[in-house]
């Protein structure tokens, strides 16, 4: 096989294609990137049940705590009536009757601690009827691996009503694996305690798990979309994403029950789910949000709710001509303002308070996620009502539409229609945000799926992953079949750089034994983490993407070999990348032409994603089984193509 690749540029490549796509579903968040350690820490949290169009939530406050030790005397229940703060008006009343009882927290499926490493804890406690001392600790099988006492007298910051902050360091003694947080009083007496909270001393900027930081700081994302997917919208409005309920004091952030803690609910499970505890206590803000873009070099593009409940699970809305509507158009304005604004602003005020003083420069706003239109649900109206608002107040925004939640339906061309019957009005719309979670077939079936699209609009590929199997909490889902069937659509995506500006996988984490959705780009548990096949692939393009594309030549045709590939070059340097992917089992020779470009370059590099079948995966146990390696080639004739393989060849001069 023989590719010629031409010297001339062809397309641009708009910078920053490959990005990032978060979402708190799979307990990415809460469990997740945000590094708090302790489930339930305002004794705040609810049980949601019932499904589309019926749900309910009933308060459970103990959620995750209990008494310790098994058969302590004393009591807990979590109480009201003078609160640390109204947004959670609720906290525990603990009464001991004997030295060194307390609660104990259940932390998902235990704690997980490294030797030597700091742990911080924080807590709001006002002492009714108590002088002694706090003492806090981990256990595992019956001893102590880490460990602080703390006086009553300490307590900080008293509130108007006495509660006190408290604050220590414990440091881990060795490794611990599903140990137990254990919060104690030396003497009897009677406590009452808010916000407790434990965070392990390494995390980034005191909020993001470092491990799991560092593997999205490495796939060099050109763009965050946040918070969601369906968070954004709820599965009801009272339940959606408020972003400014989350520029509060941690403890003061009003919890909030999680859209995915009520997903695959049926007749079967009686409508309530494993997870009917899964809650938001938007610990990860708006303000941790653009943050980590920032730490990640990625542009941050935040979604607004257009005044739906998730369209899939709810037919609620508030109507254009209503006061409630005006709420999310100022939610808009306000969201924008809080990025950019000065700190002479009340937004722009807000943000230096919370401790960046400098704007966040953000240029991208998503309007609206996943919606359509309908007889009843009016998007289009929305979508012109938020452009008009916004372009008014911040003419530089550029704004990301929606297709609707496929690219195969009449709902997709609908909104393709009304798009183009607006495609001359200048900064009408960015790019068109389309999603497709598919069989892998599809996606080799569909690598010339954007070469006949007009090039007046642009598109945005917001959610895309191939489903060999979906389900809940499947690791396995996540085959090098799928990735290379991704690996290969990006191809066409890439190759179609004119008009796909943006492109994110979904979802992009998941917490082994609590996912609602598989598969996955990255895989966790309390202690580790692990890319999929398709981390990879993300990476090995957002590491290796050129500013134009190039033209190129085949002797054959390469599709019908399951050949799947595109050119690209960096202006500055000369280099050529080429992304070349062999679906086969069999490997495949190739050979280069490089007319115009000179035939004597001697810097090849390839990086090579390949496996032993089309099912392997990566695992907690195995994490490495599949990750691409490097090679030196010496030569542009006769490269081999490994079987079931996504190569990138980067020459130079």
Known sequence: ???????????????????????????????????????????????????????????????????????????????????????????????????????????????????????????????????????????????????????????????????????????????????????????????????????????????????????????????????????????????????????????????????WAVHGNCDENQYESDYSHYNQTLGLGYYEYFLLCELIGARPLPVLNVGFACQYQSDEMVTIDSPGFQEFLQDAVDLIEFANGEESTPWGGVRARMGHREPFGLSLLGVGNEQWQTEKADFFERYEIFEKTIHQQAPGIKLIGSAGPDVTSERYDRAWEFYHAHGNQENFVYAVDEHYYVKPQWLYDHVDFYDNYSREVKVFSGEYAAHPASGFNMPQANTLEGALAEAAFLTGVERNADVVYLASYAPLFARLGYAQWSPDMIWFDGTACYGSPSYYVQKMYACNMGDFMLETRLDRDAAARGVYYSVSCREKTGEILLKIVNSGEGQQELDLELPGIGADRRHICATILTGPEKTAYNSITQPRKIVPHEERLESLKGIILPPLSFTVLRIGE
């Open 1 to 259: 096989m023989k590719i010629n690749i031409n010297a001339e540029k062809k397309i641009k490549v708009n910078k920053g294609m490959i990005g990032l796509f978060f979402e708190d579903i799979n307990y990415a968040a809460d469990g997740g990137l945000y590094a708090e350690m302790l489930e339930n820490r305002c004794f705040e949290f609810v049980k949601a049940t019932g499904d589309a169009g019926d749900y309910q939530t009933e308060y459970d406050g103990s959620y995750a705590w209990s008494m310790y030790p098994s058969g302590a005397k004393g009591t807990a229940r979590p109480v009201t009536g003078s609160p640390h703060c109204e947004e959670n008006p609720h906290y525990m009343r603990l009464r001991t009757e004997q030295a060194g009882e307390g609660l104990q927290n259940k932390a998902y499926e235990g704690i997980y601690l490294k030797k030597d490493l700091e742990y911080k804890l924080l807590f709001w406690a006002r002492c009714v009827k108590f002088e002694g001392d706090f003492e806090a600790f981990v256990e595992k099988d019956g001893a102590r691996c880490a460990q602080v006492r703390i006086s009553a007298a300490e307590g900080r910051e008293e509130t108007f009503n006495h509660f006190r902050r408290y604050e220590a360091c414990m440091r881990a003694e060795r490794d611990v694996e599903k140990g137990c947080f254990v919060l104690t009083l030396s003497a009897p007496g009677t406590v009452e305690l808010d916000f407790v909270s434990l965070f392990p001393g390494d995390a980034v900027c005191g909020i993001f798990r470092r491990d799991l930081f560092e593997m999205l700081k490495e796939l060099k994302p050109g763009f965050l979309r946040f918070p969601g997917g369906c968070i954004v919208e709820g599965n009801t409005l009272a339940n959606r994403y408020r972003f400014k309920d989350s520029l509060k004091p941690v403890w003061a952030r009003k919890n909030n029950w999680n859209r």
